[in-house]
Each structure stands twice: as C-alpha cells, then as structure tokens.
C-alpha cells in the first residue's frame, strides 16, 4: 500500500491483519474436501464411529472458525473503508480550503459537493481487495480439484470460461442494443396549429 501515501501506517498494517486471515480462511476451506474424503474413505468404510464423531467435530469446528474469520474480515474492510473514506474527505477539504476565493466564483456549488461524496476510490480499494482473493480461493480449490480429478477441473474450467463468455458478449449485446434504439429514437412533438 505503499502506493497511496494518503493512508496512515496503522491502516498499513491492518491491510496485513486482513490478508492474513484472508489466507488462514482459504487454509481452513482448503481442508474440509479431505476431512470428507477421510470420513467416508476411512470411517464408514471401516464402520469406525469414532473416527466419524472426530471427523464431524472437526469440520463443525473449521466451519464455526471459518464464519469467526468471515466476521473478523468484513469488520476489518468496514473499518479501513471508513478510515480511508475519512481520509480522503479531509484531504480534499484540506486541499479546499487553501484555494483562493476566486476559484469558488468560477465553479458551482454542485460540482464541490459532488466530489466531496465520491466514493469511488474508497470502494475501488476495498473492492480490489475481495476480488483477489477470491481469485486465490478458486485458484486454491481448482488445485484441489485437480488432485481428485483431472476431467473434473476440465469440465469447470470450461464452463467457467464459457459462462464468462457469455457474459461478456451478453453485455456487449446488450449496449449494442441500447445505442441502436438511442440513435434511431427521434421524438416528434406534434405542432400546435
């Protein structure tokens, strides 16, 4: 975060609280496809009841710390949008209230007001955040996907990449669509005689 040199240390360093417990989740998710494996392959197979009771407690308790982590996570990105967001207001107020009084004369009221409540590179920051680590975790689970099966990861991949296919020539479509009518939409108004 060295890049933005409007955000404090202290919101450094929470940025490497939120990544490491964004890793220590994608850890724990990364083990309940082979705690499953070891339930069935071990203790139903071999009719082990307490191997099965052991198994089930540790998933209850992977899932129970993976929705702590997801707490932990999303209170942490609240409280640096916050900081960052506050931030990025006193900045831009700080930076205002330096300028001479004639630069007001030549802008309207409107366009200060409307810069004060851009939020756009506060939810850029944090929304960048989310969508990487969502990449890992599919990343993290094609591999495990891959360990089990190979044809299986292929079959994902493909519809993976083919659903984003759509979806890109869908939207495509769709302002192809919108700028037709746009261009062709004429309003006639009819003359009062």
Do not use: C
């Amino acid at each position: 975060m060295e890049w933005f040199p409007a955000i404090p240390i202290a919101i450094q360093a929470t940025h490497h609280t939120v990544y490491d417990r964004y890793l220590g989740g994608i850890g724990l998710s990364g083990h309940v496809p082979f705690l499953t494996q070891s339930l069935i392959d071990v203790g139903v197979q071999n009719q082990n009841l307490s191997f099965v009771t052991l198994i089930l407690i540790a998933q209850l308790v992977l899932f129970v710390s993976q929705t702590f982590v997801q707490f932990i996570q999303s209170w942490i990105i609240l409280q640096i949008g916050k900081r960052v967001n506050v931030s990025l207001i006193s900045d831009f107020l700080i930076r205002l209230m330096r300028l001479p009084l004639g630069y007001f004369d030549s802008k309207n009221v409107g366009d200060l007001i409307q810069r004060i409540q851009d939020n756009n590179r506060e939810s850029f920051l944090t929304g960048s955040v989310l969508s990487i680590f969502f990449f890992l975790s599919v990343v993290v689970f094609s591999g495990i996907l891959a360990i089990y099966d190979i044809l299986i990861l292929g079959v994902f991949l493909f519809t993976a990449l083919y659903i984003a296919w759509v979806m890109i020539f869908v939207k495509r479509r769709a302002d192809r669509i919108i700028w037709l009518f746009s261009k062709h939409l004429t309003i006639k108004v009819p003359s009062s005689r």
